[in-house]
């Protein structure tokens, strides 16, 4: 069947919620409206308010509730309406989350997921187009997953639920419903910790994840560079491998990502290819982000996102240097 | 001895416990919803305040009916109406002094034009445009959308007029949904602490987004809970202009005395939580139909009528000049156009760091040398 990520979002929560009854989920408007982009739709009345709850307008006590739970036994899928207002949460996850399983030797475990949207390009209010992945990617013992297509986002997130480790789960809002691709019926995982590569070629790799997958490819296509594009899927933990493997490949290396450059994911990126693939480069590693700043209002967003054009002229930096 | 009522010990069941039953509020209501009202109770202001009050409410409903059609044609982003809340915004904007401060959360327009905010100003804000939030910042007002988030700095800055020995006060603006936030209680409990010349005005229309008020809080007002932050709370009833007016300035008085209050104007919201929502999946329609009929603005209606007001107010005329404020605001607002990429990258800092400025001056190159990349960002769908 064919699906957008939202849609695959969602089946992937009635696929697992019919799976384990250990699962609940629980958010702002999720029970009875299915969610504020239709995420959670028809969870309530298929598994009833015990294991779909609508909360307060609490994010600590969400994440909090859900780190509980998740030591309880329970499979808890926490929802942050907006990753924007997830920062009040940021406690609960570097002081709790992310440390049960250390602080107890392995007596008690925290296997919850917190679903947000992120990131920018839907024209929203102050405080709905953060993209802070580098951030939570830099909390040890925190999983962080971005799927960018409906067959990665449902396998993914199914992963993520039957994952024994808390995962945040960063929903790329911006296409959410931009497209739609195949979509199994049946349950099925994909790998946390796993990047795809998303188009084979020999002359340069480009790294991205989320929202700016579609102009990335669409970059490439445009320029017709024979260019290898990895879907880093997961921030943490990072699949390191098929990084420095296709850069040491390809010889050039770019990554795009749409949150702030400095200390960005990207840097991160960049440091591992230092380390492992140095000789290997024709060229320093090419960065094309959102600039320093935070997400201008809805009037200015779209020149503060990566686009094709600017990833193009980052493809012609790199091949020309 | 002075603290010994800290350590009077309990005796029998009663003693010592505390219960929901034991928090029972009632309303503070001035003019009720048949039109009746207790003269002795309305406050003590003039025939002119009493019209202004009507045509504020109007200006409060005009303002949300034009840009919930504004944004259906394209011409703003995501909206919050007020519509249902008039005699809340309005009762309690005309409580507050110019030189006051308004840190709010974004459906308390009335509010924040009483302040001097211009109507264009908030147009722009929900265009998008930073230079709004610098606009309302010159009149001392701030729009916080995490919600919430704005308590803590209420009380800061509350905290701050008491150092300086300032005779204004800040109100805080919040929903009910905020009410819930951790935020939301460090503040006010702080606050309390303090003793600083803070109001905490909570907007309780019933909903947050899908959330209804029951299912927000087992408590059963947020008034209540001032008693545990050890403040004055009070629970007014938000559809009765009168009552909120009356409310507010007693907390504004109280605030300068240095004891905060917190008021929950029980109210409603008539429309969507924005214009992004559809409350048909959670709230039915006889629901909407009976706040109608407590419609803040017919009640208002009847009581001028009763004090002699009303023969001197035409409707209609004034709905026509209010309309006609709007369309200069809002020319005033296509007009503006000193836009470049610049904007976003000021005020960050006070001085643009060498490499936000080395960041701006690329991005300005690849922007002449690829006209393309304007072309592709402004023909992308808005909205």
């Known amino acids: 069947m064919q699906e957008t990520i939202v849609g695959a979002i969602n089946d992937a929560l009635h696929t697992e919620m019919a799976t384990d009854e250990q699962v609940v989920v629980f958010g702002e408007d999720v029970a009875e409206s299915g969610g504020v982009f239709r995420a959670t739709d028809g969870l309530k009345d298929r598994f009833g308010g015990e294991r779909v709850t609508d909360t307060p307008l609490s994010e600590i006590a969400i994440v909090g509730g859900a780190v509980g739970l998740a030591m309880y036994g329970y499979r808890p899928v926490a929802e942050i309406q907006f990753s924007g207002f997830l920062p009040p949460a940021f406690d609960q996850l570097v002081t709790q989350a992310s440390r049960i399983r250390w602080r107890t030797r392995g007596e008690w475990t925290a296997p919850l997921v917190v679903r947000t949207p992120y990131g920018a390009g839907v024209n929203a209010l102050e405080h709905h187009s953060e993209s802070l992945e580098g951030a939570y990617g830099h909390i040890p013992g925190l999983k962080v997953v971005v799927p960018s297509t409906p067959h990665d986002a449902k396998g993914l997130l199914i992963a993520a639920i039957r994952d024994p480790d808390p995962v945040l789960f960063l929903e790329p809002k911006h296409i959410y419903r931009s497209f739609s691709g195949d979509l199994p019926e049946d349950s099925y995982e994909e790998p946390i910790g796993k990047a795809a590569v998303r188009r084979t070629g020999s002359e340069l790799t480009v790294i991205s994840w989320g929202a700016m997958m579609e102009p990335t490819i669409a970059a490439v296509e445009n320029y017709g560079v024979d260019a290898e594009i990895i879907d880093l899927r997961t921030i943490s933990p990072l699949d390191h491998k098929t990084v420095v493997e296709s850069v040491k490949r390809t010889g050039r290396a770019m990554i795009v990502h749409e949150a702030a450059r400095t200390g960005g994911f990207g840097s991160e990126l960049v440091a591992r290819i230092n380390d492992d693939a140095l000789m290997y480069l024709e060229a320093p590693v090419e960065r094309v982000t959102g600039f320093d700043i935070p997400v201008p209002l809805l009037s200015m967003e779209d020149y503060y996102l990566p686009n094709p054009p600017r990833i193009e002229e980052g493809i012609r930096r790199v091949l020309d240097y | ?383």
């Open chain 2, 1 to 383: 001895m002075n603290n010994d009522h800290k350590l009077v010990a309990s005796v029998g069941a009663d003693q010592g416990r505390i219960s929901q039953e034991n928090l029972e509020i009632g309303l503070f209501q001035i003019l009720a919803p048949d039109g009746s009202y207790n003269s002795e109770a309305v406050p003590s202001l003039d025939d002119d305040a009493f019209r202004e009050l009507y045509r504020w409410m109007l200006v409060e409903r005009t303002f949300d009916k034009r840009m919930v059609k504004l944004q259906r044609r394209g011409q703003i982003g995501t909206f919050g109406s007020g519509r249902g809340q008039e005699a809340s915004i309005i009762g309690s904007g005309y409580a507050l002094k110019d030189d006051d401060w308004l840190l709010g959360m974004g459906r308390e327009a009335g509010a924040m034009f009483l302040q001097g905010l211009p109507i264009r100003d908030l147009i722009l804000f929900w265009r998008g445009l930073e230079d709004a939030n610098r606009e309302m910042a010159k009149h001392n007002q701030m729009i916080a959308i995490s919600i919430g988030s704005h308590l803590p700095l209420v009380t800061g800055t509350a905290w701050g007029m008491k150092l300086a020995d300032e005779d204004n006060v800040v109100t805080a603006y919040f929903g009910d949904g905020a009410s819930s936030t951790g935020a939301v209680h460090e503040a006010v409990n702080f606050a309390g602490v303090l003793d600083v010349p803070a109001v905490f005005f909570c907007q309780n229309n019933q909903y947050a987004i899908s959330t209804p008020f029951e299912k927000q809080t087992n408590a059963r007002s947020v008034a209540q809970r001032a008693i545990g932050y050890g403040i004055n709370g009070i629970r007014v009833d938000g559809n009765d202009v009168l009552a909120v007016y009356e409310a507010v300035s007693e907390a504004r008085k109280a605030a300068r005395a240095g004891n905060p209050t917190l008021v929950e104007s029980v109210t409603y919201r008539r429309d969507a939580h924005t214009t992004s929502d559809d409350p048909g999946r959670y709230r039915n329609e006889s629901e909407v139909e009976q706040w109608q009929e407590r419609d803040p603005i017919a009640r208002y209606e009847s009581f001028l009528r009763s004090e002699g007001l009303w023969s001197e107010i035409d409707r209609e005329t004034l709905v026509e000049e209010i309309n006609d404020e709007f369309d200069a605001a809002l020319a005033a607002a296509d007009e503006y156009e000193q836009r470049s990429v610049d904007e976003i990258f000021e005020y960050l800092y006070d001085e643009l760091p060498p490499y936000l400025q080395r960041q701006l001056v690329e991005f300005k190159a690849f922007l002449e040398e690829r006209p393309d990349a304007y072309d592709h960002i402004e023909q992308r769908v808005k909205g």
